[in-house]
């Protein structure tokens, strides 16, 4: 059963912009914090931007004032707007719950790629 599925990956050159979705299940998503999560190569799966169910959000340090997190609770779906892109911001991009307790299987995640 898919719980997860990213989309809206691709390459991008610097400074450009992508939107990313995520459609979650139910059970993952409805009144649960949510939030985006990249994987560079060779690095470890880092936070980037996180949303409460009432619309509380933080970045992580490196996207503030790039990025933007917003949620449809009526859709069951993340979204990540992903302005002034870098180089290292090239990774894949996951979503899932914030809190372990909530948190479903990964899914495969969306490629981003800025690069000129």
């Known amino acids: 059963q898919v719980q997860l599925v990213e989309s809206g990956g691709g390459l991008v050159q610097p400074g450009g912009s992508l939107r990313l979705s995520c459609a979650a299940s139910?059970?993952?998503?409805?009144?649960?914090?949510m939030g985006w999560y990249r994987q560079a190569p060779g690095k470890q799966r880092e936070f980037v931007a996180g949303?409460?169910?009432?619309?509380?959000?933080n970045y992580a340090d490196s996207v503030k004032g790039r990025f933007t997190i917003s949620r449809d609770n009526a859709k069951n779906t993340v979204y990540l707007q992903m302005n002034n892109l870098k180089p290292e911001d090239t990774a894949v991009y996951y979503c899932?719950?914030?809190?372990?307790?909530?948190?479903?299987?990964w899914g495969q995640g969306t490629q981003v790629t800025v690069s000129s």
């Open positions: 139910g059970s993952i998503f409805r009144g649960n914090a």
């Open positions: 949303i409460t169910s009432g619309g509380i959000i």
């Open positions: 899932n719950a914030v809190s372990s307790k909530f948190r479903g299987s």
